[in-house]
């Protein structure tokens, strides 16, 4: 689970991200983000149904991204950003390993890590 510091849980915070971000994909995976001018980068995860019909597979796909972006990510993420993680089809036969390499694929991508090589 994502410490609650980096957690975009409102509503309003979620809807600016969607207006004013910029998208970027990787694989099966793709990251809207905006500055939040915040002292800390702040993400959600999102898994539609069109995904899985089955919550318990949805829920499932969702903690493996939380903990890749938690152990891998997150300490090198810069402050200052909300992040929207979406799936899309073919996400779910993704196993921790692989689902790993596309977070730290994405947030490399989307420029919001320390190490942008």
Same mark, same amino acid.
């Given at each position: %689970?994502?410490?609650?510091?980096?957690?975009? *849980?409102?509503?309003? @915070?979620?809807?600016? /991200?969607?207006?004013?971000? $910029? &998208?970027?994909?990787?694989?099966?995976?793709?990251?809207? &983000?905006?500055?939040?001018?915040? *002292?800390?980068?702040?993400?959600?995860? /999102? /898994?539609?149904?069109?995904?899985?019909?089955?919550?318990t597979?949805?829920?499932?796909?969702?903690?493996?991204?939380?903990?890749?972006?938690?152990?891998?990510?997150?300490? $090198? &993420?810069?402050?200052?950003? @909300?992040?929207?993680? %979406?799936?899309?089809?073919?996400? %779910? +036969?993704?196993?921790?390993? +692989?689902? &790993?390499?596309?977070?730290v694929?994405?947030f $490399?991508? *989307?420029?919001?890590?320390? @190490? @942008?090589r």
């Amino acid at each position: %689970m994502l410490p609650k510091a980096n957690r975009l *849980a409102k509503r309003t @915070d979620i809807e600016r /991200v969607f207006k004013r971000g $910029k &998208t970027f994909f990787v694989g099966n995976l793709s990251i809207r &983000t905006a500055a939040n001018n915040l *002292a800390v980068s702040r993400f959600t995860v /999102v /898994v539609s149904t069109k995904i899985s019909k089955k919550a318990t597979r949805r829920n499932r796909l969702k903690r493996l991204i939380r903990e890749a972006i938690r152990r891998e990510a997150l300490p $090198k &993420t810069k402050p200052g950003y @909300d992040g929207i993680i %979406m799936t899309q089809k073919g996400a %779910m +036969e993704k196993n921790y390993n +692989e689902i &790993t390499k596309l977070v730290v694929g994405l947030f $490399k991508k *989307a420029k919001i890590t320390q @190490d @942008d090589r």
